[in-house]
């Protein structure tokens, strides 16, 4: 059974920093590239970034050069640094395998102006 638990969100202030974490299991963690999605109160989820299974990595533009997303193979686990923080960063932020159906159950990020 595919599964994701995501972890690591909260309050922070603006211009700070977090980081979410996503373990993985239930499927070949490598044969799979990996993406953050999130969604804020009333707007549709959008996609965030993804690294892939070579390890190279895209960012959406709203987040290019504060977000960074690592992977650990050996620890099935794909992680989202965020700098910089913004209040329109606010969300529930998911993670999820490429072309995989399951989603978490997501991780709260509020970012006080």
């Known amino acids: 059974q595919v599964r994701f638990v995501e972890s690591g969100g909260g309050l922070v202030q603006s211009g700070g920093s977090l980081r979410l974490s996503c373990a993985a299991s239930?499927?070949?963690?490598?044969?799979?590239?990996m993406s953050w999605y999130r969604q804020a109160e009333g707007k549709s989820r959008e996609w965030v970034a993804t690294?892939?299974?070579?390890?190279?990595?895209i960012y959406a533009d709203s987040v290019k050069g504060r977000f960074t997303i690592p992977r650990d193979n050996g620890k099935n686990t794909v992680y989202l640094q965020m700098n910089s923080l913004k209040p329109e960063d606010t969300a529930v932020y998911y993670c999820?395998?490429?072309?995989?159906?399951?989603w978490g159950q997501g991780t709260q990020v509020i970012v006080s102006s």
């Open positions: 239930g499927f070949t963690f490598t044969d799979y590239g």
């Open positions: 690294i892939r299974r070579g390890g190279s990595t």
């Open positions: 999820k395998g490429d072309f995989l159906a399951d």
